[in-house]
């Protein structure tokens, strides 16, 4: 079998969406899954509607999750004097013509057409015209053929056939000279030896035009996969009403890239009951062959369980290192306050995403302003008074680690004749303001006796005020 080849080819006139990602990833995937290569082309030969911005954001948005590419990024902008060269091939072989037929005279046809209930197809005024006008504007048109039909066999979707009566006489340049879509992508598929073409299944219907554009240039057909689309929760097809879908949109939400790409391998494709799978995992045992053929609907929750799950797993010091971001963002500096990594550990077990992570990490970094007046009101003044006086009586040493500050509180309610949570909340409102934060153990050793002292102090104060 000769070496895979697949691209992935976008059209920059939008960020990088998680359906383009996902086609992507399945591209990237099966590249590296077989020893292949994966070839990066950007489609912007719609020069109205592709963007510089937009390029960024796809390059950017193909770093982050990783899915790094062998070839390009290849444009399409830099190769219109090899589609001029193929349309002049196509010209003298006699499988493409000139047409002169006026934007008019085709739109009068279509109506004809219409009203006389037939499909509006171009009706082949000039594909044998031998005395076209020299002066003329003309478009080029490919000479399809008009029987039999046109047969594929998706990895996916399995045969899709087409009657050759349905196609039209395909416009593969127009009047200003410039190239149609379908004709450059088969000329930059041909030319890089692409092998295997895996796509959205919105372009199905390309297809059929492109195989014969092949066969007509004598070029080898690939393969083709067309992968069914993504929905939203309502069934419709995933857009912007459903909430985010730019993949740099998750980062900025907080989603780490190995939760997302996760998630995105797991939307139509499936081995066996896993649901978590590690990029060397997700390589090992992908098979575009095993992609479902309908339509798969987009679950943030379930996306969240992923993300929570890679947070709990993951590295701490990557962790700090993806958090900060997310922490500046709230105008919060980490500087003199404790260490980020430290930080991270004691709230990893629990964080969805890093923005969540982000909200609980403040409190370490600003100490309270505001207390959780609902939580303390549990308490009478009194008690609270207690408290806030004798744990920093017993915080006499400054290297406690988590188990030692355990102990320590279980001695201060054996002392007092309290139970664990009648010190441990009114502590943790003292540290943090409020009742959301982690043991009181690890608060303590992250935030320093010296902090500790310093907030217990402080909600003293605001308590002796209220008496
Ligand atoms: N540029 C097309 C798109 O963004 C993809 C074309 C293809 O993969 O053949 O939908």
Request: aromatic share 8%; proline share 4%; net charge negative.
């Amino acid at each position: 079998m000769s070496e895979l080849r697949v691209r992935f080819a976008p059209s920059p006139t939008g960020y990088l969406h998680v359906g383009g990602a996902r086609t992507a990833l399945f591209n990237w995937l099966l590249a590296r899954n077989r020893g292949g290569t994966f070839i990066l082309r950007i489609e912007d030969t719609d020069v109205e509607r592709s963007t510089k911005e937009s390029v960024n954001a796809i390059l950017e948005g193909m770093k982050w999750l990783g899915l790094e590419w062998d070839e390009g990024p290849f444009y399409q902008s830099d190769s219109f004097q090899l589609y001029k060269e193929h349309v002049q091939t196509m010209l003298d072989a006699g499988k493409a013509y000139k047409c002169c037929c006026t934007a008019a005279e085709l739109e009068a046809k279509r109506n004809l057409a219409m009203q006389e209930g037939r499909k509006p197809k171009y009706d082949g005024t000039c594909r044998d015209r031998t005395d076209l006008p020299d002066s003329q504007p003309y478009v080029v048109r490919f000479r399809a053929p008009h029987t039999g039909v046109t047969s594929f066999d998706d990895l996916i979707k399995g045969t899709i056939t087409f009657p050759n009566e349905e196609l039209d006489d395909l416009i593969i340049q127009r009047t200003d000279g410039t190239p149609t879509y379908n004709f450059c992508v088969v000329v930059d598929d041909a030319s890089m030896k692409i092998t295997m073409v895996i796509r959205g299944d919105d372009h199905v219907n390309n297809t059929p035009r492109q195989i014969q554009l092949y066969e007509a240039l004598g070029f080898p057909v690939p393969e083709f996969a067309h992968v069914p689309m993504i929905l939203g929760s309502d069934k419709t097809r995933l857009s912007k009403r459903h909430g985010a879908t730019s993949v740099i949109a998750y980062r900025d939400m907080g989603f780490l890239p190995e939760a997302l790409l996760n998630y995105l391998v797991r939307l139509g494709w499936s081995n066996g009951d896993d649901e978590i799978f590690s990029r060397d995992e997700m390589i090992k045992k992908f098979d575009i062959r095993n992609v479902g053929r309908s339509a798969s609907v987009f679950n943030t929750e379930k996306l969240l369980w992923l993300n929570a799950h890679y947070i709990k797993y993951g590295d701490p010091e990557r962790l700090a290192d993806l958090l900060l971001p997310h922490i500046s963002k709230r105008k919060v500096t980490t500087l003199g306050g404790p260490d980020l990594m430290t930080v991270v550990k004691t709230l990893q077990e629990r964080a969805q995403t890093l923005e969540e992570m982000a909200e609980r990490a403040v409190f370490y970094y600003n100490a309270p302003e505001n207390y959780d007046d609902a939580a303390l009101a549990k308490f009478d003044n009194d008690h609270l008074m207690a408290v806030f006086e004798a744990v920093p009586r017993k915080l006499t040493s400054a290297a406690y680690d988590i188990s030692g500050i355990d102990a320590l509180f279980k001695e201060i309610c054996t002392e007092n004749g309290w139970k664990m949570g009648q010190v441990g909340q009114p502590i943790r409102i003292a540290l943090s303001g409020g009742t959301q934060a982690p043991g009181i153990g690890e608060i303590v050793v992250t935030l320093g006796v010296e902090e500790t002292v310093r907030r217990i102090q402080k909600a003293r104060e605001f308590v002796a005020a209220k008496k």
